[in-house]
């Protein structure tokens, strides 16, 4: 086979390929701020999320199982979110 043929053969081939979609820009909906409050609260000891302005206030200590245990409540919320719209 010429080396012209088995070039058209391989553009081809490759312009058959699928092109990647682009990835969807659009911003997820955020969560209602009272689920946010309640998972913090419930499972990470923090009183609230709004912002203090101060350090002490601010910043927290979380251990590793108190975060999953707030990721693993998020995740559930929003299946729950999802299955009942």
């Not at 012209?4 to 659009?26: G, I, S, V, Y």
């Not at 909906?29 to 203090?52: C, F, Q, Y």
Request: without cysteine; proline residues 6%.
């Amino acid at each position: 086979m010429s080396h012209a043929r088995l070039q058209r053969r391989t553009e081809r081939r490759n312009n058959d390929t699928p092109k990647p979609r682009p990835a969807k820009t659009t911003k997820p909906t955020s969560a209602p701020e009272e689920v946010l409050e309640r998972i913090a609260r419930e499972e990470m000891d923090i009183e609230t999320l709004k912002r203090r302005w101060s350090d002490s206030l601010d910043f927290h200590n979380v251990g590793v199982g108190e975060l999953r245990n707030a990721l693993e409540a998020a995740y559930q919320a929003g299946r729950n979110a999802a299955s009942s719209t």
